[in-house]
């Protein structure tokens, strides 16, 4: 039978044991409802499973759904004896006692290992097999995690990346069939990497998921070629775009009006319209305007503009993704330091100076 119960804000007790109602609970969880279980650790709101009626009454009292998941007869016999009219009743068979894997998100920075975390290293040690993004860490992978199977979902044999749903699909399956199993993500999970959904992929299977933050390209990638997003009176703001889609008018005059640095990740391919939508909307014509390739790369390359020459600079040097941009005063700050050498940087100055 399937019922499509709106659940949202309902209170839900589960009569059951962390590992055999784990799958009960997401799926309550996932729909909005106020869980409580008969257990600990079970990721809600925890209640002492009564042995009397009067405990059962408590406990059930202002439920709407009661679930039963490992309730023997007796404790079955108390809880409809407690529950009034309003109070729903249902079975539902335990999951499966096999233990469980997990799942680890982990943000690589945006890809020269050196600025992969002490616990993305401990995640990455610990995987029994790793999902590898495209702009992800990947030179030391196997000496980080020599036991792992390594799995590049950035690419096919094909060059074609595999669907995101594909990509959740493997990870719970492979956390299902007990294996820790870790992702690894460019940059930080949470900006721009679709990390919500994969965290939610799992949670809705039941799959216990943790998320290691990582060092965002949107802050290290300008850092890496020497410019801050903030300086004291220059830029006391940054917001961080992402140019997959173009930017509507409204947001455009919002970012023209905004006075603070402007950085844009996947925005190569619409930085015609964005330059275009930004000087529409009062940005000066002479805002600088830098674009970082491969930041952090042995092929970094950093191309500084304008707003007005941005277009036609980037087609004659065919800029290409990766790449990040920056829009703000803060590009006249950049400086060479020496860490320019460590990096064979290539950097195109402002034309004219
Ligand atoms: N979660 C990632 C961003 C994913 S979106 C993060 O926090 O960094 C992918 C975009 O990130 C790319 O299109 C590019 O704009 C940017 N990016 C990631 N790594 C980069 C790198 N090494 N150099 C330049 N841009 C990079």
């Given at each position: 039978m399937q019922l499509d119960l709106d659940l949202a804000g309902r209170t839900v007790l589960v009569v059951g044991g962390a590992a055999s109602a784990r799958l009960a609970v997401a799926r309550f969880v996932q729909a909005g409802a106020a869980v409580s279980i008969t257990a600990t650790d079970a990721g809600c709101r925890s209640v002492e499973r009564p042995k009397h009626l009067a405990g059962w009454r408590d406990v059930v009292d202002g439920m709407d759904l009661v679930v039963l998941v490992d309730a023997d007869a007796e404790e079955e016999r108390m809880i409809r004896a407690v529950a009034g009219r309003r109070t729903w009743i249902l079975s539902e068979a335990p999951a499966s006692a096999e233990p469980i894997g997990t799942v680890t998100l982990i943000g690589g920075g945006p890809g020269d290992d050196g600025l992969l975390t002490l616990a993305a290293r401990d995640a990455l040690a610990r995987a029994d097999i790793i999902?590898?993004?495209?702009?992800?860490?990947?030179?030391?992978?196997?000496?980080?995690?020599?036991?792992?199977?390594?799995?590049?979902?950035?690419?096919?044999?094909?060059?074609?990346?595999?669907?995101?749903?594909?990509?959740?699909?493997?990870?719970?399956?492979?956390?299902?069939?007990?294996?820790?199993?870790?992702?690894?993500?460019?940059?930080?999970?949470?900006?721009?990497?679709?990390?919500?959904?994969?965290?939610?992929?799992?949670?809705?299977?039941?799959?216990?998921?943790?998320?290691?933050?990582?060092?965002?390209?949107?802050?290290?990638?300008?850092?890496?070629?020497?410019?801050?997003?903030?300086?004291?009176?220059v830029s006391r703001m940054f917001t961080v775009v992402s140019g997959h889609a173009p930017l509507d008018d409204a947001q455009l005059a919002h970012l023209a009006g905004l006075g603070g640095t402007i950085v844009v990740l996947m925005g190569v391919s619409n930085l015609p319209h964005l330059t275009a939508g930004l000087a529409r909307f009062g940005m000066p014509a002479d805002m600088p305007l830098a674009i970082i390739e491969r930041g952090t790369q042995l092929s970094q390359r950093t191309t500084v503009t304008t707003v007005s020459d941005a277009t036609e600079v980037s087609t004659r040097l065919r800029v290409s993704s990766p790449a990040v941009i920056v829009v703000g005063e803060v590009v006249r700050l950049m400086h060479h330091g020496e860490e320019a050498d460590r990096i064979s940087r290539d950097v195109i100055a402002l034309a004219g100076e």
């Open positions: 999902y590898v993004d495209r702009l992800a860490p990947q030179q030391r992978l196997r000496e980080f995690a020599p036991g792992a199977e390594i799995v590049d979902v950035g690419k096919t044999p094909g060059h074609h990346a595999i669907p995101q749903h594909e990509i959740e699909r493997r990870m719970v399956a492979s956390a299902l069939e007990g294996r820790t199993v870790a992702r690894l993500k460019g940059g930080d999970p949470y900006v721009f990497g679709r990390g919500g959904e994969e965290v939610a992929a799992c949670r809705a299977a039941g799959v216990p998921v943790t998320v290691i933050p990582g060092v965002t390209s949107a802050i290290a990638v300008p850092a890496a070629a020497g410019i801050p997003v903030t300086y004291r009176e």
